[in-house]
C-alpha cells in the first residue's frame, strides 16, 4: 500500500521568490511519484514525473523535483515565481508492479498562492 | 496534441437516477482509469482497466458503479442509483503503458440533488 503527504494545504510566496511544495510518500515497493497541477475549472497537468532513472527532475514551466529515498521525499521547487503558478499542486504515487494498470494514490494538494 | 475529453462538463441528476458519464481516452492509449475529486478534498482513484476488464479497483467502487468500454473509442462509468455523496468532479485519465503518466480529462461535475 502506498500513500502521499503533502505538509501545508495553502503556501503563499511573493512573485519572484523561491516555490517549494512539499511532499513525502510512503511505499512498501519502489515507486513512481509525479506532480501534476490543477488550474480552476480545469483537469489535472502532469508536471513531473520521476520513474527511477534521475534523482533530479526537470518539468514544464521551470519547474524541478528531486526523489530523495532516505528522506522518502520528492519536494517540488521552483526558483522565481510567477503569477500564472497560481494553481493546486497534487503529488502522486504508484507502486511499481509487475504488471497491472495500478491507479495513483494523491496527496491532499496544495493550494499555491502567488502575491503581487 | 491529443487528449482525452469528457462529456458532458456538468451534470445535474436527481437522488436515485442512473448516470453515465462518457470518455475518449486517447487513441493509441492501452490503459483507463476513473477517478474522482468530492470538492475541497482529493483525487481518489477509483477503478482502473486494461483489456476489456478491470484491473483493479478502490474500496469507492462498489456495486453501483460500473465501467466498460462498448466501442474502440469510449469509455464510459455508469453510477446505477446516485446518492448525494455521489456529487464530486470525476476524472477519466488514459495511459499508453502501465506506470507512465496518466493524462487527464477536464472532468464531468456531477450533482446529486
Redesign the interface.
Known amino acids: 500500500a502506498q500513500s502521499v503527504t503533502q505538509l501545508g494545504s495553502h503556501v503563499s510566496v511573493s512573485e519572484g521568490a523561491l516555490v517549494l511544495l512539499r511532499c513525502n510518500y510512503s511505499s512498501s515497493v519502489p515507486p513512481?511519484l509525479?506532480w501534476?497541477v490543477q488550474y480552476p475549472n480545469?483537469?489535472?497537468?502532469?508536471l513531473l514525473?520521476y520513474?527511477s532513472a534521475a534523482t533530479l527532475v526537470k518539468g514544464i514551466n521551470g519547474f524541478e523535483a528531486e526523489f530523495k529515498k532516505s528522506e522518502t521525499s520528492f519536494h517540488l521547487t521552483k526558483p522565481s515565481a510567477h503569477m500564472s503558478d497560481a494553481a493546486e499542486y497534487?503529488c502522486?504515487v504508484?507502486a511499481?508492479s509487475g504488471?497491472?494498470?495500478?491507479?495513483?494514490?494523491?496527496?491532499?494538494?496544495t493550494h499555491l498562492i502567488i502575491q503581487p | 496534441e491529443p487528449e482525452?475529453t469528457q462529456t458532458p462538463s456538468h451534470q445535474v441528476t436527481q437522488m436515485g437516477q442512473e448516470v453515465i458519464l462518457r470518455c475518449v481516452p486517447i487513441s493509441n492509449h492501452l490503459?483507463?482509469?476513473w477517478?474522482r475529486q468530492i470538492l475541497g478534498?482529493?483525487?481518489?482513484?477509483?477503478?482502473?482497466?486494461?483489456n476489456n476488464e478491470i484491473?483493479?479497483k478502490?474500496e469507492i467502487f462498489d456495486d453501483q458503479f460500473s465501467v466498460e468500454r462498448p466501442d474502440g473509442s469510449n469509455f464510459t462509468l455508469k453510477i446505477r442509483s446516485t446518492k448525494l455523496e455521489d456529487s464530486a468532479m470525476y476524472?477519466c485519465?488514459s495511459?499508453v503503458e502501465?506506470?507512465?503518466?496518466?493524462?487527464?480529462?477536464?472532468?464531468t461535475r456531477l450533482t446529486v440533488v
Do not use: P
Not at chain 1, 42 to 46: A, C, K, S, V
Not at chain 1, 99 to 109: S, V
Not at chain 2, 41 to 50: A, G, I, N, R
Not at chain 2, 98 to 107: H, K, L, P, V, Y
Open positions: 513512481y509525479f501534476y480545469q483537469g489535472l497537468q502532469l514525473k520513474t497534487f502522486a504508484r511499481i504488471g497491472g494498470a495500478d491507479g495513483l494514490t494523491f496527496g491532499k494538494g | 482525452v490503459y483507463f482509469y477517478y478534498q482529493k483525487v481518489e482513484f477509483l477503478v482502473s482497466f486494461y484491473s483493479e478502490s476524472f485519465a495511459s502501465t506506470g507512465t503518466e496518466a493524462f487527464f480529462g477536464q472532468g
